[in-house]
């Protein structure tokens, strides 16, 4: 399978605990971005890498969720003292880039916070 | 800036009807417009994208959109509903000013599809 995969798929945890989710994109794509997705609306933008830059941040993007991509390929999200508000499932896109404008989407990582 | 609307939050036909679902859109530069359609617990499929080439565009599953400058929408259609395009359906615009590439989605239109 040479698409976006994403891992864990399902993350439970409790309120304060602290979680990181994975994201490969697909292989030849220099752009990542993670967007965040709740019930009933549409995915909404956090962040965007190209290669291991991370070039802009959403404001969505609290002091408490830090992404990297250390090598330009991988990537990961963490998310440091969880809040119940944080429950959502979040997406992983990755693209080639310049005139490129397409994206192409992981299956996501629904995250659960109780 | 740029921005999404999705006309209607649910839409429900009868299989073998027509599908019509609406997207407005709003973009200080010339937009980069996709139709994604999401199953659940799954991540975001492309349907369809117009970047700047001609105004009807036709994408997978017999979907396609018309471009509408003068209307600022991007309208998704499809002659036939079939069982299996019950989903949601989501419409993006990507930035084309700061080359960022992201995109900007509609808060989705859930596609119901009758027998």
């Known amino acids: 399978d040479t698409g976006v995969s994403q891992d864990p798929r399902h993350k439970i945890t409790k309120r304060g605990q602290n979680v990181t989710f994975r994201c490969d994109p697909i292989s030849e794509h220099n752009r990542l971005y993670w967007y965040r997705q709740t019930l009933g609306q549409g995915p909404e933008f956090l962040t965007y890498?190209?290669?291991?830059?991370?070039?802009?941040k959403s404001r969505l993007l609290s002091d408490r969720f830090s992404a990297e991509r250390p090598k330009g390929s991988f990537s990961t999200l963490e998310i440091q003292r969880t809040e119940q508000g944080d429950s959502a499932m979040y997406l992983c896109?990755?693209?080639?880039?310049?005139?490129?404008?397409?994206?192409?989407f992981g299956p996501g990582t629904r995250l659960t916070v109780l | 800036a740029q921005s999404v609307t999705q006309l209607g939050s649910h839409v429900s036909v009868s299989e073998g009807a027509l599908v019509l679902l609406r997207c407005n859109y709003s973009?200080?530069?010339?937009?980069?417009l996709f139709w994604y359609v999401q199953y659940p617990n799954q991540g975001l499929q492309l349907l369809l994208k117009y970047t700047s080439a001609a105004t009807l565009v036709k994408g997978i599953n017999g979907f396609e959109a018309e471009f509408k400058k003068s209307e600022t929408s991007f309208h998704l259609t499809k002659p036939s509903a079939h069982m299996s395009d019950a989903a949601e359906y989501f419409c993006a615009v990507s930035d084309g000013d700061t080359n960022a590439g992201k995109s900007t989605f509609g808060d989705g239109t859930t596609l119901t599809v009758k027998p």
């Open positions: 973009s200080s530069v010339p937009p980069y």
């Open positions: 896109a990755s693209s080639l880039g310049g005139s490129s404008r397409e994206q192409f």
């Open positions: 890498f190209q290669n291991e830059a991370q070039l802009e």
